[in-house]
């Protein structure tokens, strides 16, 4: 009788796979793992040149096989014929997961109050239900750095994959305490401030800044020694930031305020990388020399001034890359994260290049989260977290056909989608 009912047991479990689960007429309608094999490809390994007519295998999650001819065996199989695989695409600055409508304040929770919160944690705060995740997926862009905002020391950013029922299934393995330093520049046309008050104000909150660095200091000080230390969890964050064990995201836009950042950062010697960098094309060589690692982004934008040409924020990211500054680019967006293939596009024609533009939402974004033996190329042994499109991801007309994200089949569909097949025949049909 036992042996009975194991072997309806296993009969069970062999007809209803998950993959079956996670099919309704043929669609999938949620993320599912499986062994498959994608075939006859057009492989943008970033890292390796471009594949033609490759095949790669995923199987556990891992890409484990990468090369021609492979045997199909008992895989499945995804024919590419006429298509390209590349690795899944890394927005670099986003509030993706922290914001669900911008008009409504219940529904944000990228900020907190007061200027110094450095252990807010953004991925304790990560929507995993968020609408604008499965609209960003399916374009590409698989990883994303979601961070806070406010203040002065305003939490702690995270890098999450588009994948996973809670935060801590997103977790990308990443982390790093954001600053914004303080801007001794006119905040926009409508700043009326003296050069004068905006200097004055600027040096007053740099003060307060190392203020805040010197207590930090003496914190880890007394830590060290084994002293003994009140709840002080502000501290606590910033002490890790200056033991090493984690980097510092500096905010920071405008030229005069990137100098006076370089001059503060060389004093304090950390592990930096400098976020925004608007106005980086006016002081490029001097990143370049100070080797800081650079986030810019958005490039669809408006120039930060009336008098600069039209373009500077498209050039921005190629001015810098020429100069020799290790470059990734972000949308700084939230229900927009999906248009980051644009902004590389953007880059890529106003003369930073095809390839040096795919490495920046790539690899090289994945090498300045330190998450680069996992993500940013298709290379035998990394995470499958992939894509599949019938032509330049660069490209508005182009086609993303499906989306891998840690072997993790993605379902090709979201709320857009959904409404423009809703709404796509609109005619009245009479009731059977």
Request: charged share 25%.
């Amino acid at each position: 009788m036992m042996k009975k009912i194991i072997f309806s047991f296993l009969l069970i479990l062999f007809l209803f796979k998950p993959e079956l689960y996670a099919q309704i007429d043929g669609e999938v309608v949620k993320p599912y793992k499986a062994e498959f094999l994608l075939q006859n490809a057009r492989v943008y390994t970033i890292t390796q040149g471009v594949l033609e007519n490759t095949d790669l295998l995923i199987k556990d999650g891992k890409i484990t096989a990468i090369g021609q001819n492979l045997a199909p065996q008992n895989y499945t199989l995804v024919d590419c014929s006429g298509k390209s695989v590349y690795p899944g695409f890394i927005d670099s600055g986003t509030s993706l997961g922290l914001v669900e409508v911008n008009s409504l304040a219940e529904t944000q929770d990228y900020m907190e109050l007061g200027k110094l919160t450095p252990q807010m944690q953004a991925l304790s705060a990560v929507n995993p239900n968020a609408v604008a995740i499965p609209v960003t997926r399916v374009s590409g862009v698989t990883t994303v750095l979601t961070q806070p905002r406010g203040g002065y020391f305003p939490g702690t950013a995270s890098l999450i994959q588009l994948n996973g029922y809670t935060p801590d299934q997103m977790d990308a393995g990443f982390k790093a305490v954001v600053m914004n330093f303080p801007s001794a520049a006119k905040s926009g046309e409508y700043d009326n401030r003296s050069e004068e008050t905006i200097r004055k104000e600027a040096d007053k909150k740099l003060e307060e800044i190392n203020d805040i660095w010197e207590k930090a200091a003496s914190y880890l000080s007394i830590k060290e020694k084994g002293g003994q230390l009140k709840y002080y969890p502000e501290m606590e964050q910033l002490s890790r930031v200056l033991a090493g064990e984690l980097p510092l995201f500096v905010e920071v836009n405008a030229a005069k305020d990137i100098l006076a950042a370089l001059e503060w950062v060389e004093e304090k010697s950390l592990d930096v990388v400098f976020t925004g960098v608007a106005e980086g094309w006016k002081v490029a060589d001097k990143l370049a020399e100070s080797k800081i690692p650079v986030i810019t982004g958005p490039v669809l934008t408006l120039p930060s001034r009336a008098s600069d040409k039209y373009d500077v924020s498209y050039t921005n990211a190629a001015v810098l890359h020429k100069a020799g500054v290790k470059l990734a680019l972000r949308t700084q967006d939230s229900e927009n994260v999906r248009n980051l293939p644009f902004h590389a596009g953007f880059a890529a024609a106003y003369g930073m290049g095809v390839e040096e533009a795919l490495k920046s939402i790539t690899i090289n974004a994945a090498e300045i989260f330190r998450v680069d033996e996992k993500l940013g190329s298709l290379e035998v042994g990394k995470n499958a977290t992939l894509f599949i499109a019938d032509g330049d991801p660069f490209e508005p007309k182009t086609q993303v056909s499906q989306v891998f994200i840690d072997g993790y089949r993605i379902p090709m569909t979201n709320r857009h989608i959904r409404l423009y097949q809703e709404f796509l025949d609109r005619e009245m049909k009479p009731a059977n």
